[in-house]
């Protein structure tokens, strides 16, 4: 049953880094640091503010170092930075970023469809950028893409899951995102995957990334969250996209999992009604409509008035 | 935690009923009875297949009568009409419907903005339809609008609606079911009110009725499942709206829910290509985009090739 209401549930938003990976439309580095900027003052402890990948494989993130430098930095807001390799991490150093995000696929195929390496070359790859974060005080997280899925390879075994957790730990990285990249997972794999996880890591150490391409992403947060988790990624609108599901949701939205755990009586911290305004600006801002459901609406407190002539 | 994976759900499909109840372009009687004799194909053994209100009231769906007797009815499938009175009832029986669905909201002012009479106004009602069902063989259903919230009130209180199902069973219906009409339910709150309405009923006689209003809807079937609940209401691709929620979310998708149970290893023994293949077509016929998911996403195990050069 669900359980343990009173706890509290960290939200990391993603917006700024997977909602815009692929968006077609160039959003202006001025555009970017102000929505970075706002989500700053919502309450946010977490926000993935950017990427420091090749300006050819993700031209829509090409402007790292400026988002980074051009933000105003709120206290008590860790701003994480992708990186795929050592020189994307000297970039994220040089930039000032507080976290570094590391990702690999668990299974080969999309691991060398995303990043033009096998699994071991990735490995033997984070060896290096952990020893230069190492050197400094930024802290390493360290992401499995298709933890639960691969839509080249379908189904990703705990078996596979629970060797790169261990590969990670061995790392010495700080923390672990299991990533349901294409929307793959459903609520009962993710409770027995995460159970397992969580025997080697603290929940402190654990973030799940989720995303919507099947409607499960909030089901599968509760389903985390009852085995234990409490880190989730969401992205602002539900911005974010499946390249494999042209018209599917992709990141789970930020306003609708906080909704959720307001109506619950999880503790989140975050302002929703400022988190309403700002997706209901993101249209405007992007050229089209958000797949985020609070946003159209409102919260239950919002009521509407009685038809006229009663 | 999430349990008893072997059972059984039961997926009643409503979109002929609600999900067509709102929209603004007409669909042809034929389309109607084409699409419920597929869906009859489906593996459905309850479909809600048209209403018996005043053709005023909803005008697109004023063809009960030619699409009850305009169906091709397959043996072990219960054709549901919703009746709104005595009247509708009369009507609804001439046409040989299976099962009668009454209606009236948990809350007054919805019950006055939808019957455009109070509660206790539709309960004395419903005793003559009772009474009329109960000369022939046809069984009756009785459903709860609002049970969960009101867009006028706010939230309904657990009592108020264990008060209106004590009435009905006083009434003597054979089901009945909570409706989340504008989307306003919690899993927290689902668990809670479901697990007491089922002190007082069997599972077989209670169905819950969400709508994804605030992407909640699977959410809330995986707690009402938790809870001991086995019936649901969806619609084909999320066909139905919120009169309240321009651009948000109707029912609970059918075939997103089909899918959740196929990937949990829960049996709705529905036909989950079939169902695709037929909500596929529904943009085409209605001229708008549906909000389902696995419908553009794919199944999980419809897998992708690599991409070139791999």
């Known amino acids: 049953m669900i359980s343990a209401y009173s706890e509290r549930l960290l939200v990391q938003e993603v917006a700024p880094r997977d909602g815009l990976q692929i968006e077609p439309q160039w959003l202006e580095t001025a555009d970017k640091i102000a929505l970075i ?63 570094l995000n590391l990702v690999m696929s668990a299974s080969q195929s999309h691991n060398r469809a995303n990043m033009r390496m096998s699994c071991e070359q990735s490995l033997a790859a984070f060896a290096d950028v952990v020893a230069l974060a190492r050197e400094g005080s930024t802290t390493l997280n360290a992401s499995i893409a ?23 730990q061995e790392l010495g990285v700080d923390g672990i995102t299991l990533a349901d990249t294409t929307g793959m997972a459903n609520p009962r794999q993710v409770q027995a995957l995460v159970t397992q996880v969580l ?11 989720f995303h919507n391409t099947r409607g499960l992403g909030l089901c599968n947060v509760l389903a985390a969250y009852e085995a234990g ?18 018209g599917a949701s992709g990141n789970i939205c930020t306003e609708d999992l906080v909704n959720l755990c307001a109506e619950m009586g999880l503790e989140t911290g975050i302002d929703l009604p400022l988190l309403l305004q700002l997706s209901r600006g993101l249209p405007a801002l992007l050229g089209h409509a958000m797949p985020g459901q609070v946003a159209k609406a409102g919260r239950n407190c919002d009521l509407h008035p009685l038809p006229a002539g009663l």
Do not use: M
Not at 146 to 168: H, K, M, N, W
Not at 201 to 207: E, F, N, Y
Not at 229 to 246: E, K, M, Q, T
């Open 146 to 168: 298709t933890s639960f899925g691969c839509p080249f390879e379908g189904r990703v075994s705990a078996e596979r899951v629970l060797q790169i957790v261990d590969a990670y």
């Open 229 to 246: 988790a409490r880190r989730f990624d969401a992205s602002l609108g539900g911005l974010g996209g499946c390249p494999f599901a042209p």
């Open 37 to 99: 900027d706002r989500l700053s003052r919502a309450g946010f402890t977490r926000i993935e503010t950017g990427s420091f990948v090749s300006p050819k494989a993700i031209p829509a993130l090409r402007d790292g170092e400026q988002v980074f430098t051009g933000i105003h930095r709120q206290p008590g807001v860790i701003y994480v930075a992708l990186v795929p390799n050592l020189k994307g991490a000297q970039r994220a150093l040089a930039a000032a970023a507080d976290e």
């Open 199 to 209: 025997q080697r890591l603290p929940a402190s150490a654990l973030t799940l990334h």
